[in-house]
């Protein structure tokens, strides 16, 4: 595409270089102008190519910002799951130890009832 645009740029030079020269201008001053703006033309390329590259840039950075964001937000998500869940574990394990407690309670309170209940013997004489 470029070479297309230094060919036309060329044939409108020359074509512009005859024209002057016919018409006693001074060839000079059109290949500089010619050669300012083929620079020019060179420049804006330059110019939307950059353009180009810094947009590829942010957009990079910006998918690497919503990578880490969905990361941190997987990893805060993992952490309360696993808090849950040894809060749910405390929790059963507390249940068992009530539990636990409850029946040796109740054992305790029907051995003092039995032995309320079963007179001791009497002393031998």
Do not use: C, W
């Not at 590829?56 to 919503?66: D, F, N, P, W």
């Not at 805060?76 to 929790?91: L, P, S, W």
């Not at 309670?105 to 003092?112: A, K």
Request: glycine share 2%; aromatic share 4%; hydrophobic share 40%.
């Amino acid at each position: 595409m470029r070479f297309i645009q230094r060919v036309a740029v060329a044939a409108l030079t020359a074509g512009i270089a005859a024209a002057t020269a016919a018409n006693g201008a001074e060839p000079s001053l059109l290949i500089e102008e010619a050669a300012t703006a083929d620079l020019n033309r060179k420049i804006a390329d330059g110019n939307v190519a950059l353009d180009a590259s810094e947009k590829a840039k942010q957009e990079a950075y910006a998918q690497q910002v919503k990578q880490q964001q969905a990361q941190y937000e997987q990893a805060k998500a993992d952490h309360a799951r696993q808090v849950e869940e040894q809060n749910a574990a405390y929790r059963r394990q507390l249940d068992e130890q009530k539990a636990a407690h409850q029946r040796e309670l109740e054992q305790h309170e029907q051995r003092v009832k039995n032995a309320a209940l079963d007179p001791a013997p009497a002393p031998a004489p």
